[in-house]
């Protein structure tokens, strides 16, 4: 993969609009029940295809080794979804190889990450102190935020011409921050789903997984077409 930005999606434009006219990032957390909505719309015409990939994912997803380029290859298959109506299994292999790469840093980041938070809060557990409760609130919302950093990801890394796990974890950050009401509103769906689908294991088997990417990549997309609409003169403050 190329190392050239300079023609990728302008989300850092978009950022620097937003700073420029406020307003429009408040609009912008008003677009969660429609991301919601069309989530679950295409979760359920493309059901079947959909079922047959979330059982897999969660059965490639137990070796450690597997987990990364299985999430990369289903975030991946589900944006080809959302962009041409359908996907191809006949593009898995090539997306294998193409995303192995990547999706093994960002596995490695991952891995580091929640071992440090979940480790921390687990050593921590029975100490006791208001400071031990302040790092145990820091380290809740530092896992709260890369949850959230984790979860849109992948969207913006497929949105790259030229992606890079660098760039897609800064911009998914700068996602996060800078559209709150979005993007952590997004995650908590995420959360909540994941919670009910854990205590219906049928769901965490057939569905989890899709409702989580599908969601992702619609909140990315209606920002970035908020971002067409900036740049198109459309958008007023």
């Not at 891995?111 to 938070?117: A, H, K, R």
């Not at 919670?195 to 049928?202: E, N, R």
């Not at 057939?206 to 997309?221: D, F, H, P």
Request: glycine share 6%; proline share 3%.
């Amino acid at each position: 993969m190329g190392e050239n930005e300079t023609v990728d999606t302008g989300y850092d434009e978009f950022c620097i609009a937003l700073d420029a006219h406020p307003a429009l990032g408040y609009l912008a957390n008003m677009n969660l029940w429609n991301v919601l909505v069309r989530t679950m719309r295409t979760w359920w015409q493309a059901l079947s295809s959909l079922v047959l990939l979330n059982t897999a994912w969660m059965l490639l997803r137990f070796p450690l080794v597997t987990a990364p380029i299985a999430t990369a290859v289903f975030a991946a298959l589900i944006h080809e979804l959302v962009s041409e109506g359908d996907f191809n299994y006949a593009t898995i292999w090539p997306l294998v190889q193409r995303l192995w790469s990547a999706s093994l840093r960002w596995g490695a980041v991952n891995f580091v990450v929640w071992g440090i938070l979940i480790g921390n809060l687990l050593l921590s557990a029975q100490a006791e102190g208001a400071i031990w409760w302040v790092l145990r609130s820091v380290w809740v919302i530092m896992a709260v935020l890369w949850w959230s950093v984790g979860l849109y990801f992948w969207p913006l890394f497929f949105d790259m011409q030229h992606p890079k796990v660098t760039t897609a974890l800064r911009r998914s950050a700068v996602f996060v921050f800078t559209r709150p009401g979005l993007s952590l509103g997004g995650a908590l769906l995420a959360a909540l789903l994941l919670i009910f689908s854990t205590l219906l294991t049928f769901f965490l088997v057939v569905a989890w997984m899709s409702w989580s990417a599908l969601l992702a990549e619609y909140a990315v997309r209606a920002e970035l077409a908020r971002l067409d609409t900036l740049k198109s003169g459309e958008g007023t403050p």
